[in-house]
């Protein structure tokens, strides 16, 4: 092999590692849904649950709520708080309500009783719910995800590690289970208001790109 054919083929091989160990778009988008996916998207959803007597009451009772008791039946024996039950059965089927039933009387001493379906926060549920305080709890539905890279701009101080500081749009993506926990309540969509451009600063760490703030 001649000298400038070795030449080429070092200087070819120099600058493929050079592309390879330069951060690209799939790297920033990938840093960014991951802590993405970790902080979710959480809002306050509320059902409005119809109260057992004959008066046409409705009781606000949110979701992600340790506990939600819900009467299937009224006094008059009428099947009530359909939307409600149907929407909570698709969180138990989840995992994240365990679901149970009692006989409650209507009153102390009363031989009359209504059925009350209970509801329980499970572990999982747990971990979806964001209590507030002097607030409803918000309930966790989704995540937001990178659809587009604006920029990206690297920068190192001496001795330490390579940031970006990355410019992105990003939309809304919802579990699975939400279209038909909307469906059932006569929603097609959430009223989420996306952010606009948005910016990330990550680092290079031994484990690939993170956002700055997991690294702290």
């Known amino acids: 092999m001649n000298k400038k ?3 080429a083929l070092a200087y070819s091989a120099m600058l493929a590692a050079c592309s390879d ?6 790297h920033y988008t990938q840093a960014i849904n991951r802590f993405a996916e970790k902080q979710a998207v959480c809002l306050p959803l509320v059902l409005n649950i119809r109260h057992s007597s004959d008066r046409n009451v409705l009781v606000p009772l949110a979701l992600g709520s340790s506990e939600i008791k819900i009467a299937s039946q009224s006094r008059r024996g009428e099947d009530i708080n359909k939307t409600a039950l149907k929407q909570l059965d698709i969180l138990a089927d989840e995992g994240f309500y365990k679901r149970s039933k009692e006989d409650k009387p209507v009153a102390k001493d009363s031989d009359e009783s209504i059925p009350i379906v209970i509801y329980t926060l499970t572990e999982e549920g747990k971990q979806r719910s964001r209590l507030q305080k002097d607030e409803p709890p918000l309930f966790c539905v ?6 587009h890279i604006h920029s990206a701009a690297l920068s190192q101080q001496t001795g330490g590690p390579l940031t970006a500081r990355v410019d992105y749009d990003s939309r809304f993506v919802g579990e699975e289970w939400l279209p038909e926990l909307l469906e ?12 606009g451009t948005q910016t990330a600063v990550l680092v290079e760490t031994d484990d690939g790109w993170k956002d700055s703030r997991e690294v702290r």
């Open 5 to 7: 054919l070795s030449a």
């Open 21 to 26: 160990g330069m951060p690209s778009n799939e």
């Open 142 to 147: 989704g995540r937001m995800e990178v659809t």
């Open 184 to 195: 059932i309540g006569g929603l097609k969509t959430l009223p989420i208001n996306l952010p």
